[in-house]
């Protein structure tokens, strides 16, 4: 099933092995590494992939060909092709493409770098193992903090409207207010969001365990600012 994905791709490479296999078109795996370009999409990309992107061989392990899979909720074409976009900017050699699957597209990229600029692949689920940010990742991060929130938020994240009820006077009373919530199950991940927030300005607390809740009014509208409604 996955080989399927991107066969057009490996083809391309078995016929045109010079395409993609050259080390300078990575700029992390060059002789003199640099920090992979564009900034904010990098940034952005990252925050993708910790939230809900994998990692994974692209048919024969042999040939060290990676897929990079987000999955993107069908209610939200606009991301879809955000994701894509990013992928493309990131990797402008390689063929991004989109799988429809149940009630969400895939978005799709096969390259043999793909662990180049994400290290923190490995085995298992990220919820399992430790994840830190390369010394570069952080460098980018740093510099694009709110693209690298915007992927987060844009992946495991939401905004949407909080109803809580009052009573007083015995008649009751709903209020709505905007939120933003990011759930995901790997405390570092959770870190890692908190720690870009606190750059960023935007007051946030755990609401659960696994869940970051921004809801402070002045915090919603900073984070809007880099964020915003999913689309
Ligand atoms: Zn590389």
Not at 38 to 46: E, Q, S, V
Request: proline letters at 6%.
């Amino acid at each position: 099933m996955s080989t399927g994905i991107c066969r057009a791709t490996l083809r391309d490479w078995r016929d045109h092995p010079e395409k993609d296999g050259s080390r300078a078109s990575c700029s992390r795996c060059a002789d003199d590494p640099t920090l992979p370009e564009p900034g904010a999409d990098c940034a952005y990309l990252l925050g993708l992939y910790l939230g809900d992107g994998c990692i994974s061989f692209a048919g024969d392990p042999a040939k060290r060909v990676w897929k990079l899979r987000v999955v993107c909720c069908d209610s939200w074409p606009g991301l879809i092709q955000e994701c894509a976009r990013a992928m493309r900017a990131v990797r402008p050699d390689n063929k991004v493409m989109t799988v429809r699957k149940p009630g969400c597209t895939e978005v799709v990229s096969c390259s043999k770098h793909w662990p180049c600029l994400f290290p923190q692949h490995g085995p298992g689920r990220k919820h399992t193992r430790k994840i830190e940010l390369a010394e570069w990742q952080r460098e980018i991060v740093d510099r694009y903090p709110g693209d690298f929130a915007r992927g987060l938020f844009h992946s495991d994240g939401y905004r949407g409207l909080n109803r809580v009820r009052r009573t007083w006077d015995g008649a009751e009373h709903w209020y709505e207010y905007p939120r933003y919530l990011f759930t995901n199950n790997s405390t570092d991940i959770l870190w890692l969001c908190g720690q870009t927030l606190d750059q960023l300005g935007v007051a946030w607390r755990f609401s659960k365990p696994n869940t970051i809740s921004v809801a402070r009014r002045e915090a919603v509208s900073r984070l809007d600012e880099f964020v915003g409604p999913k689309y």
